[in-house]
Every structure is written in structure tokens, then in C-alpha cells.
């Protein structure tokens, strides 16, 4: 269990017009036992159209890896600004993330997008292993991923 | 220097790249195995027609992906199910499992990072620093002892754990450089301190927006054969924005999935080739056979482990520890030691002292470590030098005078020479006089003249001692007491008289072998490992000088045997000759690695007369892998001296000895070895011709006799004895 605050992470990253507003979420995320080394985990935000807006957390420090987290990757060019100062140990197989970060109100139900991107040495990369709309409904709602993430949700 | 740069790294890391080499050497097999098991891609298919295959069998398919070793796997999503699989490009049918070898995945593991993250990346980087130290240094080392780079293959002589390290070393030092300096690159990328010098991926902005072109109707796959192919990427089902993204050896794509056109290209840069001809050094990915050929590199190194400990302990057994050593560019006075079995480093070690004693600056160091550069404060440089064999440099000396003769111009710190030797030998002291002479060419002034000390007296070095201390000014008292080797007691088992009837009265001498410990088994210490040919050092009651004597008997023969004559008036050949079983003498054993008779097949030729049949018969005895040994023994009398003469017939029934040749000097006609050999003459050309090495044993005059016998019948072919003895197949053990 890993618990990790990241309070200020997404003050440039994500700083909207006419925002103050923000309240602390913990984003959850569990993996399941894939039979691999530690996961290597971008999560990050995009908007309505499907355009970058900001990176929320990376668990995973080498950035010769960051390629495999294919559309993070491509939507960031693999700048590692993205993720400066939010960027933690990769997770085991089986093990579960769980970070606390400040998150805008405005970001909520307004059709905003949380993607977690996926990839494991010597395995198969898996971007886009969850896409969560960020809704005040959906809080508390566990989804599956694609391969790796056996459940991931945020709470308030 | 380069010797503690060599044994340090080597000490400290011998764990860890002991867990390095031998993981690195299993690893090494998996590229190949992989490259073997793999289904192979036909040559001239593409990827359009290999996509469209796996396509047809994994509809959901999203990435194909291709290894090094031409294995292709392909992942899929089916009914939101994940799925992967090995394919046959031939089918594009699955045909074994996608995940990754669990073995394989552990080994990387502890070959990397010991399980300890980037903590034990960092650890394993330090082992390979350490590798490489050891390499380099390792390199230099062989470089000096085979007397140059010229000379890196040259045979090897001296004990069996120094000479397979150098075995195993030169060999495998190739790859370790390869290996380590690779590993330090890809620890060094691992970290970030090397630039990714991956291009930023294009950005696919403009797409069609249609979706659905036919894979084999996109001409970039079509022009893209398999063996190019890392890696197809499919767009997402219902995602028109999205594109197929292609990597080959050349670079990266983008393309559209409903044109097929080629969006964006961007070549791999010169530095990602780098990197990844770096890691399929490393890894053998890619290059399975020089994977094997490095693993098997990898694991020469336990083994060079092992033996360099031995190398190190037994450097350490034969060394006194000089305690306050100042650093060489510190002292006043340097002290070069060349030493063989270690003797002479004890009278350094005394000397040392004393100087250190009287307020001296002083710094010991081999003769081998001598530099022309390194002694800034040096006034004095004092070469104690004991002599190898017929006047070679003893171990501890290697290089000296070729350093000393190539040198510019002499030091300018004043030299002395003390010689140490046996006054019994021909070449009493004659590489010390060899130093001297050298020094007096090169214009070196000598502030005290050449003195010898003859068998290791202390008598004779304390004498010197005080001439030292009257031309330094100070009052030096060198008290040496010779530290002789641990002794065992032997007890007398049984005893075979020859000789009493023609005034050579000889005995052959067996005794048990003395009960070893664990520890002096484990590290073959004393008498728990020695071979025929060795050397018994007797120290007889009433004097504290031992007494050498060869062995015949090997440590598996399970007895301890000699073979001595009685001198008229000799103290120790007196009171080993007078034994009687159960009596016991004080012994120590000291190794003779010089007269082996080594490995191989070539054949033997053995000459001797008299005691000096001893360690000559101990090869007899001990040759079950039959290989030719032609002996010649030279005897007063066959029904007198004749030593082992009862042993020769079973020995020649069972293979061990291939012919005999005697020699009687008493009787009609006066017969010596020498003329034996004459007789010989043709068979012994013939043999030599074939490789055969030449083993002398016995008194001076015969070894002399012998040697020039053998010029004689070697003439007429341009061989000499003193050609045989530089390559090592002609040696003497005389006395």
C-alpha cells in the first residue's frame, strides 16, 4: 500500500481560467497478478476533444521506458517536465498504487478524461489501459483495465 | 601499483562478480535458445503479408512485435480479453505462450540489480568497475610477466594456479572488456547520465479521418520486409484519429488506417545505433552467437577468482608483512627485492626495520615494481637480489633489466647490490652480478660495492649491515634469523639399501605422509599437495640450515620417498642414512614448479646418475596416462646401485616407463650417461624432433657432461640445449 501526497503537482499542469477552487481526490489503482516485473504507470488528464492537458502521476523513474507508455509518450513527446516531482517507484504485480493529490473542481463533469497508460518489461505495452470520464458521479466507482489494472478509482 | 590495482578490485569484488559472471554466463544462453526454438520468417516475406496473416487469425490483433532472435509475437484483444502468443509468420497462427521466461526474468534480475532496485543496479555497477579495473590491469600484468605484448600467447612456467589464471585471462579478457564496459554504458543510460538521443516522435496531426484500408494495400508495409520489423502498432478499433505506428532497424512511422499513405517518418538517430549495437553487445539480442562466446568468457572469471586468491594467499605465506612502509615517492631509501621463494624478502623485511628504526624514510617494493620516475625523495636505492635456476631473474625481479637497460639515463639516488645465493652453484649470485653490471653500463653510481651472501647466512648479512650503517652514518644491527617454513615431523616407514659394495652407500628413504588438517588440505598446503620432482628441505639435529633433497614420490603415491648418499662426514645424509623405521626427521616441503614434467603427450627423455634417479622415478612411477619416457640412468654397478632396478621391469610391463637405457662406470669399460646418450644418438634426434622434453638430474659434472653430449647429437639438426632450454623443454635440477 502506498500512499503518497502530491498536493501541488497539477498547480501548473492543469491551471484553468478563473479557477481556485481545488479538493484533495486519492486515486487508487490495483494490479493484478500479470506474472511481470513492476508496471510501469502514467496517469494523466485530456480534455473533451481528447487533447493532453496534464500528467497526474508516473510510477516508474527510468525515462528510457517512458516509450512504451505509448500515447502518454506520443501526447507529451516524452517530455519528462510533464512528470517532474511527480514521479514514484513502479508497481509490482498484484500491488496497488494509491495517491492524494489536489484536483480542480471545475476539472469534474466537465468532460475531462482520466487515462492510466500501461507498460511491463518484456511484455505487452497497454496504453489507454483505463479511461475514466471524471464525473462527481462516478466517485467511489471501481473500473477494471485492459491487462494490467485489475481495479482503479478515485475518491474524495 | 598495477599489481594492487589488480588485487584489491579482484579481493573486494570477487562475490559480487562471481553472482555477475555466473548469471551473465546463464543469460547467455537464452538468445540463442530463443533464436533456435523461434519460428523463422521465410526470407523476402513482408509485413504487410505477415500482418494480414495474424490479422486473419487474431482479428483483435494490436501490436505485433518482432525480437532480435526473429521471434514474432503478436497481442490481440478479443471480447475485451487480452491475449498474446509466439506466431509462425508462415500461419500466423499462435503456436507458443507470450509471456516472458520466469527463469530468464529472474536471472535478469539478480544479474542487474540483486533484487535491490536501482540500490543493487548501482552495487552491479560497481562490480563491473571493478571487472573492468581488473581487466585492464589484468592485461598490463600479463603483458610484464610474458616480457611483452609480443609475447601474450607465450608459454607459461611457474606453479598451476598462477599459470591458469594467465590461461584463463588472456583468453578471456577480450570479452570481460566488452562486457563490463557495455554493462558501465548501460547502467550509465539506465541512470539518465546519457542522453536518450531518441528523436521526438512526429505528431501523426493530419489523418484522413476514414478508416479501414487492407493491410496489404498499404505500401510501406508491402516495401517492409519481416526481418526489418520491431514492431507493427494498430490503431485503436473506432478510433479514426488513430494511426498504425511501424518501427524497423531504420526508424519510426506513422500511417494512416484509411489511406495507407506514410504520415510522418523519422529515421533512428546515430546515437540510438549506438545504443543498441551497446546493448546487443551486452545482451547477445540479436548476436546469439557472441552471446555464447561471452558467457563462456564469463566463466573463465570464478575460476580466475579462485586461483587469484590462491595466487594472493600464497604471495602473502612466501612475503614477511613490512610493517610501516612509507609510500615511494616519500623515502629516502628504496628497497627492491627480488625474491623467488620468499627468503629474501625476510632479509628485506629485517633491514627495513632496522632502517625504519634509525629514522629512516624507507619503501620496500619487488624488483618488478621498479620505475625510473617514482622515487622523488630517493637518495639510496638498495637491490637485494636472490638468482633463478642458471641466472635468471628470480619472480619478484621480472622486467627489471630490460627496464633498467631501456631506461634514458640512470636514477639519480646511488645504487648497492646485495646478491643472495649458494656458493655451491655455478651461477652463485649471477643476476645480482647481472644487476650490477647492468647498473655500471647505464652509468648508475654505486655508493657501496656488489657483496653476496652465500646460503643465506646471517653471519654474512649482518657483515654487510655494518659497512651499510658506516656509510650512512648510523649504528645498524641487521640480526636475521632465516624464518623457515612450517615443519612437519616424518616418520621412516621402510628403507632399501644400495651401493655399500662400491663405496656409495645410498638409501631409499620412504616416509608416511604426515597427517594434514582440513585447512592445509583445502589449500594444498605442506605436504597435503606435492608432486615428484619437489623439494625436502631436512633440517638435521645440530644445525639450523636445512638440507634440500628431490622428491620421488608424489602426494597420491601416498608415502613421502628420497633418495640419499651418505657423505663421508655429511651431517645430514649421516643421520638420514643411519634411520631405522619408526625414527623421525623435521622436514617442511618447498614447491619446485621449474622441473615438472608437465601436461602432454610429447615424449620424455630422462637422464640421471645416482640420487639423482629420485624425482626422475617418481615421474616413472607416476605416469599412468602412459605417456613416452626414454630414461637414461647412469650407476657404478648393475648388482650394487642399480636404484629402483627391481622396480623397472613391472614399471616397463605396465606402460609406465617405454625404455631404459643404462650406463655402468665400473666394470670393463667405463660407460657414463653421456655416452649412453651417444649411443643413442639417432633415437634421441628422432624424439626431440617429435617435441620431446629434456630432464636432467644428478651431479654438476654429469648435468655438464650431459649438456654437452646433447650439443653434440643435437648439431647436425641447429638445435642447441641452450635453444631447448629457452622454450622450456630442457631442465636441470642439479647439485
Redesign the interface.
Known sequence: MKSLLAALALTTALTLPGIAMARPVTLTTTLNNYGGDGAYLALYVTDASGAYMGSLWMAGTKSKYYEHLTDWYRATGGDTAQVNGITGASVGAGRTLEITLDLADALFDAGYTLHVDAAVEDMRDSPNEVAVPLTTAGVGTAVAGRRYVASFAYDM | MIRALHRWPGLLALALITVLTLSGAALSVFPAAERLAAPQAVTGLTVAVLAERIQAAYPGVE?IRRAPSGRITA?W?DQ?A?G?AVVDPATGQGVAS???N?TQ?WLT?LHRSLFL??GGRIAMAVGATAMLILSLSGTMLVARRAGGWRHWFAPLRGPLAGRLHVEIARIAVFGLVLSSATALWMTA????FLP?G?A??A?AAEVSGETGVALVMMPTLGDTLVADLREL?FP?PGDA?DVF?LKTDRGTGHLDQGTGALLSWSDLTGWEHVSETIYMLHTGQGAATLGLVLGLMALGVPMMGGTGVLIWLAGRRGRPRIRGNEAAGRAETILLVGSEGGSTWGFAATLHAALTEAGQMVHAAPMSAFTSDGYARARRIIVLAATYGDGDAPASANGFLDRLTNLGRAPVAALAVLGFGDRSFPAYCAFAKAVSEAARAKGWPEFMPLYTIDRQSPQDFARWGRALGDVLGIDLDLAHQPVLPKTETLALISRRDYGAEVQAPTAILRFALPKATLWQRLRGAGFARFTAGDLIGILPEGSPVPRLYSLASAHRDGFVEIVVKRHPGGLASGQLTALEPGDTVTAFLRRNPGFQPGQGRAPLILIGAGTGIGPLAGFVRGNTRHRPIHLFFGMRHPHSDFLYGEKMPAWQDEGHLARLVTAVSRGERQHYVQDALRGEAAEVVRLIRDGARVMVCGGRDMAAGVADALAEILAPTGLTPAALKAEGRYVEDVY
Open positions: 501490436q497481442y484483444f475485451d487480452p498474446g507470450a509471456d516472458p520466469q526474468r534480475n532496485g536501482d543510460s539506465t541512470f539518465d536518450s531518441g521526438a516522435p505528431s502498432s485503436y484519429t505506428t
